[in-house]
T-cell receptor, first 115, second 111 residues
């Protein structure tokens, strides 16, 4: 049973560049979530998918951010024109609805540093 | 607006003793509460949860207590072990998709 995986684990980029992160959920999980965690804070909800449909987006998700989950499997999170304030850990989680609707299983995260 | 608060950023406890972690929330619509544990370089891992219709849930060495009138929950770890040294996050939900997290409490278990 493989858990949630994320790639890359670390990304360093220059301000203004675009970056894309990938998340592979637990295989049978139909829900996928993205969170962002900054230093000294807990994870903050960004968006989630039920299968391939993106059902909710936080106001934290500016129009520079876009997430997709084609075919309801892996997901990508793209940040365009990165800013230094985007530096954070980006966490992906998945869950199986409705059997364990509140228990989300997290991946190791992608740490983004914007110089 | 921080709806889930963990006011103690750190806790140090001797091995074998009880660890008590506290969490307060402001949103009365929260109906499910969870604790996650996080080691460095790993994502948070689910530890234990409790529904708002209960006031206690126990799983091995871990017990979560919920006081709805005080909007307060706590996690008890008995006995504490060196492997329990980690960051613990309290989380809450009022729907079935979004978790609101506290800032975390770093627990250090001393030998």
């Amino acid at each position: 049973d493989t858990g949630v995986s994320q790639d890359p684990r670390h990304k360093i980029t220059k301000r203004g560049q675009n970056v894309t992160f990938r998340c592979d959920p637990i295989s049978e999980h139909n829900r996928l979530y993205w969170y962002r965690q900054t230093l000294g804070q807990g994870p903050e909800f960004l968006t989630y998918f039920q299968n391939e449909a993106q059902l909710e987006k936080s106001r934290l998700l500016s129009d520079r951010f876009s997430a997709e989950r084609p075919k309801g499997s892996f997901s990508t999170l793209e940040i365009q024109r990165t800013e230094q304030g985007d530096s954070a850990m980006y966490l992906c989680a998945s869950s199986l609805d409705p059997a364990a609707r509140y228990t989300q299983y997290f991946g190791p995260g992608t740490r983004l540093t914007v110089l | 607006d921080q709806q889930v608060k963990q006011n103690s950023p750190s806790l140090s406890v001797q091995e074998g003793r009880i660890s008590i972690l506290n969490c307060d929330y402001t949103n009365s619509m929260f109906d499910y509460f969870l604790w996650y544990k996080k080691y460095p370089a790993e994502g948070p891992t689910f530890l234990i949860s409790i529904s708002s219709i209960k006031d206690k849930n126990e799983d091995g060495r871990f017990t979560v207590f919920l006081n709805k009138s005080a909007k307060h929950l706590s996690l008890h770890i008995v006995p504490s072990q060196p492997g329990d040294s980690a960051v613990y996050f309290c989380a809450a939900s009022q729907d079935d998709y979004k978790l609101s997290f506290g800032a975390g409490t770093t627990v250090t278990v001393r030998a």
